[in-house]
């Protein structure tokens, strides 16, 4: 029972958050409806909630129904991401925003939009599904409200692995979960008919920890931040390096300072769908997002120089000869 707020504090601590203030459980999209819900509540003379075209559609749809369930006053302004900060203004609640694209990792910066949002007397809820480990996040450093993230994507624990809320010291005996569970009560073994939330961050649990899960996080411990996100350049500036020597076809499509770009590396090229497929025919897992995109996750716990040296030399001989031309390579899938 007790893994979900000792898990938290692991991930608290590669994510710059205090003890106490981090806790796992349940898919992300249900932790991104948390935290939106429990971030308009003080707020209620305010419909305005901004986010970007840059944010992952899921966070979009989750926003959009958690509106109609508020009765449908809320006003989602989805804005340019070079658009955000000049959106918010004091008719806005909650800017609500991922921090890493999630096609070409480009870096929103956490501690400036943070801080123009706390100016107008808005709340920020940040994703970190493409940034916690992946980058060095700073939650404490930079103010933010509420986050959430993602065990199942940068920090490595696979399909089914839980999502991540953090809630700031400031808001913690604030916040009224609006999704409780039994195990967000401050006494749950007592099975009270009312509710009286947990004093701190267990008022975000909703449910029984997936213990078996959770289990995979223990490749974080001793691990720094600082050690993944220095590897993480050094693996996805060979890749790029490598793929611009090899494949003058595809272009990049990220940002090619590693410091606005999270730990992936996405190139564009017309037919990339196809490429990827070739690349998956070939045991390279990577992804295609359309309309163009083929991403590559830098995941250093577990890759190292010639796993990327062999992506490189695939890709290129993939490019070279056109192996990626085949009706069977073209045939879309469920999955891309
Ligand atoms: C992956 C992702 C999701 C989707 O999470 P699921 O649990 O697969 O539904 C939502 N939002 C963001 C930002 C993501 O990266």
């Known amino acids: 029972m007790g893994s979900s707020t000792r898990i938290g ?20 999209s249900l932790k991104v409806c948390q935290a939106l819900a429990a971030a308009l509540e003080p707020r209620p003379d305010r419909n ?11 966070d979009l749809y989750t926003a959009g129904g958690l509106f109609r369930a508020l009765g449908g006053s809320h006003d989602l302004r989805i804005v340019d991401p070079d658009a955000v900060a000049d959106a918010v203004d004091e008719s806005v609640a909650v800017v ?59 920090l490595n624990g696979g399909p ?17 979960p609006e999704l409780s569970g039994w195990l967000d009560h401050e006494a749950p073994f007592a099975f009270d008919l009312d509710f009286r939330p947990d ?16 289990a995979a996080l223990d490749a974080w411990e001793g691990v720094e931040m600082a050690d993944v996100r220095a590897r ?27 410091d606005k770009r999270g730990s992936q590396a996405a190139f564009r090229h017309p037919e990339g769908y196809a490429v990827m497929q070739a690349l998956i025919a070939r045991r390279v897992i990577g992804d295609f997002r359309a309309p163009d995109l083929i991403r590559f996750s830098i995941t250093p716990l577990y890759l190292e120089e010639a796993d990327i040296d ?22 879309r899938k469920a999955v891309t």
Do not use: Q
């Open 232 to 258: 993480s350049i050094e693996l996805s500036e060979r890749l790029i390096a490598g793929v611009e020597a090899s494949c003058p076809t595809l272009d990049l499509a990220s940002p090619r300072n590693p």
């Open 160 to 176: 089914g692995s839980p999502g991540v809320i953090f809630l700031s010291e400031a808001l913690i005996d604030e916040v009224r």
């Open 9 to 28: 504090d692991r991930i608290g601590r590669l994510i710059v958050a205090p003890e106490g203030a981090v806790i796992v459980g349940d898919m992300l």
């Open 96 to 154: 609500l925003l991922t921090e890493v694209d999630y096609r070409t990792g480009r870096c929103h910066d956490m501690g400036a939009l943070t801080a123009t949002a706390h100016a107008a007397g808005a709340l920020t809820a940040w994703d970190l599904a493409h940034s916690a480990g992946a980058i060095d996040v700073d939650l404490a450093g930079c103010d933010v409200d509420f986050a959430v993230g993602y065990t199942n994507k940068y």
């Open 310 to 331: 062999r992506v490189v030399e695939i890709l290129g001989e993939i490019m070279a000869t056109d192996g990626w031309d085949t009706p069977e390579h073209r045939k």
């Open 199 to 214: 004093p701190g961050i267990g008022r975000m649990r909703i449910g029984t920890p997936p213990v078996l899960a959770l």
């Open 48 to 58: 305005g909630v901004v986010s970007d075209s840059g944010n992952s559609p899921s």
